[in-house]
């Protein structure tokens, strides 16, 4: 076998403070000759973390351990080749850095790679590595995935181990992972997937209706192509409001909401005790997290028992529910803010259900619009992850990179 070596980074997606050398594997297990990238948010032994942030890098210690999920994978036999670039304190879907740039999409270039897990994706859209290991709270492994063409998935909340990786929001957090082939991104299920699987067959798919009602209609007709074309392998789709008597816009407000509450607990004191350079976006971000009012979260936390009850009430073993992963294809990096803001709150408003939910979700690279990717999206019932990551390969003929 080959020793790995450290890739060329001809993209921008690892950080200054990356390995020189590659961290070695077991060589031995299932992912034995597969090389990775880490979103440099994950410990490793004798290591600092940045958290997208030059400043936290500089104040931050040493670590003592290294993350039992990037440990898992080391086991399992593959090597580390690089650190990931990241949105600063992990605030951002755009994948934009001001300290440390934005990481370049290989398969959209000129347009954003998508963040947070902005280095992790576009590492792999540009081959420097075999998969790679990111986050999602809000949607920071699925908008990436869509706007670079890459399978990727955010896991049922819990199902990975998140101790020892720095955390944003603890009821949203997940692990997750990018992958070019969905063999490969199937074989790192097992990996770091705990036991609490639920088996089933989706033999049931409900589309949400408001979802590709907020999507940009070529993003959305491209998507339907798809799954027409999937019908052998696809259950008949029906169509079903997710919101059903809410609206996504009020799911997404709750959402916002209650992570920014639970950042006002993670991040935010470190922030005003420090008084870092933040970046365009993530101060006002702050802010706004700090803003936050008891009576806010309150009536935020009642509507998230609001979409638990509907949601899971639908996402029953052996029933996926159909959305495109993101409204748009991966905006100009240049797009002004006030377009930004506008991608980020319909994005988040079709990321808010896995989040709310803690259900798995996966986006497979399904279409191509305007020369762009356009992701495709399966959500699974509670433990569904596995049934979802066999899934994605039985629907790999149908996609494009």
């Given at each position: 076998m080959t020793d790995p070596k450290i890739p060329a980074d001809p993209v921008g997606a690892l950080m200054p403070h990356t390995i020189s050398e590659p961290i070695k594997g077991s060589g031995v297990g299932p992912l034995a000759g597969k090389t990775f990238v880490v979103k440099d948010q994950y410990h490793i032994a004798g290591r600092k973390i940045s958290n997208g942030?030059?400043?936290?890098?500089?104040?931050?210690?040493?670590?003592?351990?290294?993350?039992?999920?990037?440990?898992?994978?080391?086991?399992?036999?593959?090597?580390?080749?690089?650190?990931?670039?990241?949105?600063?304190?992990?605030?951002?879907?755009?994948?934009?850095?001001?300290?440390?740039?934005?990481?370049?999409?290989?398969?959209?270039?000129?347009?954003?790679?998508?963040?947070?897990?902005?280095?992790?994706?576009?590492?792999?859209?540009?081959?420097?590595?075999?998969?790679?290991?990111?986050?999602?709270?809000?949607?920071?492994?699925?908008?990436?995935?869509?706007?670079?063409?890459?399978?990727?998935?955010?896991?049922?909340?819990?199902?990975?181990?998140?101790?020892?990786?720095h955390g944003m929001a603890v009821s949203f957090d997940t692990a997750g992972w990018f992958a070019n082939d969905a063999g490969l991104f199937r074989d790192i299920g097992p990996v770091l997937l705990d036991s609490a699987t639920t088996p089933g067959t989706p033999d049931r798919m409900l589309v949400i209706a408001d979802a590709f009602e907020r999507t940009d209609p070529m993003v959305g007709d491209a998507i339907s192509t798809v799954i027409g074309a999937a019908a052998g392998v696809l259950p008949e789709a029906e169509p079903v409001q997710i919101a059903g008597d809410d609206t996504l816009e009020i799911w997404w407000d709750a959402f916002r909401v209650l992570q920014g509450g639970q950042v006002a607990q993670s991040n935010l004191p470190w922030v005003q005790e420090h008084n870092p350079d933040l970046g365009p976006g993530i101060r006002e971000r702050f802010a706004m997290a700090a803003a936050i009012t008891p009576d806010e979260t309150t009536a935020a936390a009642k509507v998230r028992e609001r979409v638990l009850a509907r949601v899971l009430s639908l996402a029953t073993p052996g029933t996926i529910l159909c959305l495109p992963t993101a409204p748009v294809i991966a905006p100009k990096t240049d797009a002004p803010a006030e377009d930004l803001e506008f991608f980020r709150a319909n994005t988040m408003a079709l990321t808010c259900i896995a989040g709310h939910t803690g259900l798995p979700q996966i986006t497979i690279p399904a279409a191509q619009v305007e020369g762009c990717p356009a992701g495709l999206s399966f959500i699974g019932w509670p433990g569904g992850d596995e049934a979802l990551l066999d899934l994605a390969v039985a629907m790999q003929p149908f996609c494009v990179r």
């Open positions: 942030s030059p400043d936290y890098f500089a104040k931050s210690e040493v670590n003592e351990t290294t993350s039992p999920s990037v440990q898992k994978l080391l086991d399992a036999g593959a090597d580390i080749v690089g650190i990931a670039v990241c949105d600063e304190f992990y605030y951002s879907l755009t994948g934009a850095n001001a300290h440390y740039g934005t990481p370049v999409n290989a398969r959209a270039p000129g347009r954003m790679p998508g963040g947070s897990s902005s280095g992790s994706a576009a590492a792999v859209a540009a081959e420097m590595c075999d998969f790679s290991l990111g986050s999602d709270t809000g949607g920071s492994v699925r908008v990436p995935g869509s706007f670079c063409g890459l399978y990727g998935i955010r896991p049922s909340h819990g199902r990975v181990d998140l101790s020892n990786a």
